[in-house]
């Protein structure tokens, strides 16, 4: 704040001077007392100056409306949207969503330290606070065949490029085991997001004291508690494969509500244009019977807090004017979104021009030997181990099958330098018939993921992905739906409407093969191969468990034609 | 934390190394959770590696103990104690407390920057962590006789210094009309203490816009809730005069209780001694009906917090090892204190070494010219303005007088440059009896105060400060008790048993003389001369009414003579 700034605030709040923008009679979220005030929020400079009695240059009837701060998505990867983040902006900052921990780990994966400036540069101009963090796990563990490798060195340079702080560190074994470059990336930043599924007693006090602050992976009321009582904030997630938020309100108690925020982490794109983000969050909770000024505390003041960002996440003198105008606290269905004190979006609709950095350099990134059925192919035999995916959740089960019925076959076909491995196992549990799925999407090294009944659609699947990649069904020896993902292959050129539509398309060519109730195939597909979530995975090598830190079996080639 | 420090505290965590240090079996304060946990807290390289089942290279028994993280005091001025930062430091560390946000304006406003830094000097090498404020106003008002004129640019010479943050804002006036050089002091530091005595409305939001992070002044539930929704925190204090704990115990709440913290600004040494700092709020607190744990979090875990300290103030993995032992946590007596891990003080003793800076340049600050009863004389008229004092309070009230009987004379003596400016009025409501009280400690000028129900006492007391200054009493015409405070006429050269000694004898020879209940004269008598507390102060000009702004009347010298 500079010194005519400050003036011009201190004269503002004084009543002596016009606000640049006043909305009256409104009630105002006090996140920090707890309750509502009523009166004009005076904004000036992109600030509040205070909720009292005032005049503007500007003015705008706040009568029988609520003004509550911004919210902040503490971690998501833009990624999963399967748009650009500058249009992933355009549907989330109209919810009132002004603040986001970016991780663009999958885009590194793919692209490396070329793939995460892409990012930074991609959101330059969208008024909202984007923290891009440094992706810790590229690869995610050393058995992955990702794009890139990044380093502590990488990390290192991500900062100097303006990266806010190191994201989930995912890579457990890792810091448990003193790894000297995973000891050495924690070493750069102060922020430092976690990823600890399951982990409790001194393994979970290791990995605090090594300097994690988040966790977003706890699903139960007692590994949020233990999180919280060694100093780490608890991120409530509510994506749309993994839904934590209603279990996890349970915890949530008067003493330590503030240890809580909530993400999205992975949040498809009809989900987050039908249902919104963290809006939805605080709709879920606040069904849960947290009070709405405790939700919305979580959802904006608690992230500020604790990633040390002062004077953003309230409605209170010299706060930034992030905030939106809403009908019901409780519903939070923003009606006008401020930024800085700038109206951003109106009625659901961005007002800011769509933008957007060059993203040529990121096309044309898969890169595959010549392929066949037969290299798609895995014998069953009775008592073969397979993969069980499970509804509503990411984690899978180890488990074994007497016969083929019901099973799907998945590959994992490596993309970045056509090395020719390929991972096959069987699933249980997805029910997909009569066609195949193919996708460059695949957490978290992004390599081809195809499953289907029958090699030929698998194959032709994999071959309609083309050199861009994206997300192919085919049924019956023909395909039935394409989605173009250039960029990377994760991420559409196009607009969030048209990337919405084809995933419609999409959807409904999946829904035509049918599949079990309870999963969202192309998400779970997509975490199918990211072998830091027990029980199994499947990568380029082999079927791998997780728990064990070993593979069930490797799917060397000779061996199994 | 340097890789291997992170290394080898993981390694301890996951109990794969010794701890330095654990102490077995005891019970935990969980501040983040707010319950206790039960088990060996065990730190390694001054940070605690975990609560669990460990082992260390040393071990102590924790059995029917307590440990609590060590308290924070938010706001205070080690002046007030009257013996030097490093003595003060050996009372209050042994109790727990090793934090401070210490404002040196006292001493600033004698010996400007040359007293500040003497006070950075002092603390180096004692085993606490001292945030020392730059003074943001010295003199304390235009008004004002002081030793030193401290500017913004003095203000950035202190930040290089290493100062935390500006001090006390208490220069309101000059915030809501935006003095230029106030502006500009605001601008240097990201963390501002302040000082908002009654304020509320839109003046309190252009406060809290301009910066202004804290307040201690508060002494009632509705200008605590006022601050705390205006994005502020709420120093509940606990001082010699101004005692305000108890009541703003009743603003506290479920809600909004992380928005408190405690503080002693201004705390005389019997009772730092006798009763201790913060460790005496937590008592009374918890005697008010707030949970020990909680009262626990207000005095440690909420002040980092609020000041964006991490890492520290809680029992936690990674956190700085800042502790202390007791057997009752509601009781908060310290047994043993660690700071860093190191064992700093048993049993209410300290075992780190008497340390100081060299004080021989802040000697010699008392100049006067000569002085004679006369200049000391107010002729007494019927209806004439008074000061009325009340008890537990720093506030006055203005009244008249029909009679001098019940009434003593107070004069303030510029005592910096040898001006000859004195200010005379009197008082109602001391009670003094048959003698006077000199001292060089006079809010925030330290000019003489010197009250008595005659002259030739008072010029006897005067005269008895010498040139180092410090207290006198006298009565029936001869010197009863003589306190020498050599550094800045501030504080004693001596240890803490000598002054507590001569602090004694200082207040039984003023028992002797008598005055009225519910006072602490000494400390009373050096903020009667503050004209930013209202209703009515004296300075060396004369009586200044502090809610209105102006004189009720000068003591030109020819006009009274």
Redo the contacts between chains.
Sequence with gaps: ???EE??R???????EEKADLVIKNATVA?V????W?HGDVAVTGG???????YSGKTETDGSGKYVLPAFYDAHLHFESVAVRPSEYLRLTVPRGVTAYNADPHEIANVCGMRGVKFMLDDVRGVPADVHMMMPSCVPATGEDRSGAHLTAEDAERGKKLGLFGLGEMMNVPG??G?D?DV??K??VF?IIDGHAPALS???L???????VLTDHECTTVEEA?DR????MYVLMREGSQAKNVRALCRAV????A??FLFCTDDRNLSDVAEHGTIDNCVRIAVSCGIPP??AIKIASQNAF?AY?I?GKG?I????AADMFVCSDPAECVAEEVYHAGMLVARSGEPLFARSGADASDLRGTVVLPDLTEEDLALPFTSGMPVIEVLPETLYTALSTAESPEGLDLVCCIERHRALGEIGRAYVRGFGLRGGAIAQTVGHDSHNITVLGDNTRDMLLAVRALGSDGGFAVCSGGRITAKTDLEIGGLMSMGSAADALKARRELNAAVSALGHAEGIEPLMLLSFLTLTVIPDVKLNTKGLYDVARGRYVYRCDKKENR
């Design positions: 704040m500079t010194d400050r003036t605030l201190i004269r503002t709040a004084c009543g006090d920090f007392g707890g309750g005030l600030r509040i100056a205070g909720v009292g009695s810091v448990l003193c000297k000891i050495k924690l070493g102060d007693g001194g393994a006090s290791a990995y605090a004291a090594a300097g508690n919280i009582s060694r100093g108690n008067d003493y330590n503030d240890r000024i405790r807090a040390g002062k309230a209170a003198p010299g706060y």
